[in-house]
Nanobody, 120 residues
Framework: VQLQASGGGLVQPGESLRLSCAIIGSIYRVNAVSWYRQAPGKQRDLVAKITGGGTKTYADSVKGRFTISGDNTKDTVYLQMNSLTYEDTADYYC???????????????WGRGTQVTVSS
């Protein structure tokens, strides 16, 4: 089981991007999927989280601009990012606590980062 993040790119301030985090493999329960970001020289911070029950939380810095959502039919979680600013420039990582088939305890998985650059 692995996480596959995609959708990063270069955009101008005020534009939008949608990141995708696909769960690849056989799973039977997802406790939560989160998006983190890490800017150069800074720590990795939580951006948004969605639980298996659909509860969503956001960092204060992205509230009202970013939306996390899930598509159970595709085992994919999205992060819609609107009104992007220079401060949103970072590598974005998806993380999930989930049970793969046969697991008795949840796994903590990370996907490879996808780079988001906001520049004029």
């Amino acid at each position: 089981v692995q996480l596959q993040a995609s959708g990063g790119g270069l955009v101008q301030p005020g534009e939008s991007l949608r990141l995708s985090c696909a769960i690849i493999g056989s799973i039977y329960r997802v406790n939560a999927v989160s998006w983190y970001r890490q800017a150069p020289g800074k720590q990795r911070d939580l951006v948004a989280k969605i639980t298996g029950g659909g509860t969503k939380t956001y960092a204060d810095s992205v509230k009202g601009r970013f939306t996390i959502s899930g598509d159970n039919t595709k085992d994919t979680v999205y992060l819609q990012m609107n009104s992007l600013t220079y401060e949103d420039t970072a590598d974005y990582y998806c993380n999930s606590a989930l049970y793969a088939s046969g697991d008795l305890s949840p796994r903590d998985l990370w996907g490879r980062g996808t780079q988001v650059t906001v520049s004029s």
